[in-house]
């Protein structure tokens, strides 16, 4: 019997209506477009409007949109994954709302928060599934609505994030497709770097947490930038050489979209040209794990079958990781 591996069957994605440009947060804070750009690469970024909407308005959309494309009937979904670092609610998981809500009624779920790097996480964790042979239909979203916890008066952070995510179908696959490997790391002592300070159990939300403005992501942002540097790049070495993968045998990476100057880095590190790196930065800056699903979606004419593609991304608190994948099919 051909091994099983878990292949990408279908992507898609969503971002919000609302365009924020880097002009419009000039009237905001005290910076401006060039030193906006020159710094990350961002020229924009999608909000989320709107009473009573959180992360499940962007990833119900790209779960009905995944669904359509792959021509599944939502009762045959087994399991859905949403990798989110901004549930809707403390309870119940975002992964309730949305199986509820896109028809997959017999698809058990719930949610995964590794910051920035939870798409890979959630996707090497629904190929385990996969390649177990107990599950054929597996849903996974990256999705967050950011500028729900980003301070609109903090220079440093409201220029980084959007709203935005994706999901992808992972089904069996027996000709040495889909999901070959993966590096998936942690290290808590990155949690005073990049955290946000209130609303968990260790301090809940009170009068003085809301008047320090505690329940907004914190970042400090020159140390982010060196341990993501380090991070992204090694991992994506690593995967590389214990697969025996040259610059040349790499069809694309896909980053985490944080930072253009991470995302160089990486690339440099990998040996990969920039021909080969897909990047959305300027029209969506960083949608936490909604970046590598979004790129995936906005590329996918351009993948083909066969293709090696590196997925690689780095998250507060520290996580990181990389995805080596063969991709499954040609451009429909």
Same mark, same amino acid.
């Given at each position: 019997m051909?091994?099983?591996?878990?292949a990408?069957t279908?992507?898609?994605?969503y971002a919000?209506?609302y365009?924020m440009?880097?002009h *419009?947060?000039?009237?905001?804070?005290?910076?401006?477009d060039?030193?906006?750009v020159?710094r990350?690469? @961002?020229k924009e970024?999608?909000i989320?409007?709107?009473?009573?909407q /959180?992360t499940? %308005?962007?990833?119900?959309p %790209?779960?009905?949109?995944?669904?359509?494309k792959t021509n599944?009937?939502?009762a045959e979904v087994?399991m859905l994954?949403?990798a989110?670092?901004?549930?809707?609610?403390v309870?119940?998981?975002t992964?309730?709302i949305?199986?509820?809500?896109?028809?997959?009624?017999?698809?058990?779920?719930y949610?995964?928060?590794?910051a920035c790097? /939870? &798409?890979?996480f959630a996707l090497a964790t629904g190929?385990?599934f996969? *390649?177990t042979g107990?599950?054929k239909?597996i849903?996974?979203v /990256?999705?967050?609505?950011?500028?729900?916890? !980003?301070?609109?008066?903090d220079?440093?952070?409201?220029i980084?994030?959007?709203?935005g995510g994706g999901? =992808?179908?992972?089904e069996?696959?027996?000709?040495?497709?889909g !999901?070959?490997?993966s590096?998936?790391?942690?290290?808590?002592s990155?949690?005073?770097?990049?955290h946000?300070?209130? /609303?968990?159990?260790?301090?809940?939300?009170?009068?003085?947490t809301?008047?320090r403005?505690e329940? &907004?992501? &914190?970042q *400090?942002?020159?140390q982010v930038?060196?341990?993501a540097?380090?991070?992204m790049?090694? =991992?994506s070495?690593?995967?590389?050489e214990?697969n025996n993968?040259?610059a040349d045998d790499?069809?694309w990476?896909?980053p985490?979209?944080?930072?253009k100057?991470i @995302?160089?880095?990486?690339?440099?590190r990998?040996g990969?040209?920039?021909?080969? !790196?897909?990047?959305?930065?300027?029209k969506?800056?960083n949608t936490?794990?909604?970046?590598?699903?979004?790129?995936?979606w906005?590329?996918e004419?351009?993948?083909k079958k066969?293709d090696n =593609? !590196?997925?690689?991304?780095?998250g507060?608190? &520290?996580t990181?990781?990389?995805i080596?994948?063969?991709?499954?099919y040609d451009?429909k």
């Amino acid at each position: 019997m051909s091994k099983i591996t878990a292949a990408i069957t279908g992507v898609s994605g969503y971002a919000p209506e609302y365009v924020m440009t880097n002009h *419009e947060l000039e009237t905001m804070v005290d910076t401006n477009d060039e030193w906006i750009v020159s710094r990350t690469g @961002i020229k924009e970024r999608r909000i989320l409007k709107g009473e009573d909407q /959180g992360t499940s %308005a962007i990833a119900i959309p %790209a779960v009905l949109d995944l669904l359509k494309k792959t021509n599944t009937d939502p009762a045959e979904v087994d399991m859905l994954i949403c990798a989110t670092t901004t549930p809707d609610l403390v309870f119940p998981a975002t992964a309730n709302i949305i199986t509820a809500e896109t028809g997959c009624v017999n698809a058990f779920g719930y949610d995964l928060q590794a910051a920035c790097s /939870g &798409f890979l996480f959630a996707l090497a964790t629904g190929a385990q599934f996969i *390649e177990t042979g107990k599950y054929k239909k597996i849903i996974i979203v /990256g999705a967050d609505k950011m500028s729900a916890i !980003v301070d609109y008066t903090d220079r440093a952070t409201c220029i980084i994030f959007g709203d935005g995510g994706g999901a =992808v179908m992972l089904e069996p696959n027996t000709e040495g497709l889909g !999901v070959q490997d993966s590096i998936l790391k942690s290290d808590g002592s990155g949690v005073p770097f990049l955290h946000q300070k209130a /609303g968990g159990s260790r301090r809940p939300a009170t009068q003085e947490t809301l008047d320090r403005r505690e329940h &907004f992501a &914190f970042q *400090e942002g020159q140390q982010v930038f060196k341990f993501a540097v380090k991070g992204m790049a090694d =991992v994506s070495a690593e995967i590389m050489e214990r697969n025996n993968l040259t610059a040349d045998d790499i069809a694309w990476l896909v980053p985490h979209q944080a930072n253009k100057r991470i @995302i160089d880095a990486t690339a440099n590190r990998m040996g990969v040209g920039p021909e080969k !790196v897909m990047i959305n930065i300027q029209k969506y800056g960083n949608t936490t794990s909604g970046t590598i699903p979004l790129c995936l979606w906005e590329f996918e004419n351009q993948l083909k079958k066969g293709d090696n =593609v !590196v997925l690689a991304a780095f998250g507060g608190g &520290f996580t990181w990781g990389s995805i080596y994948l063969k991709w499954a099919y040609d451009p429909k």
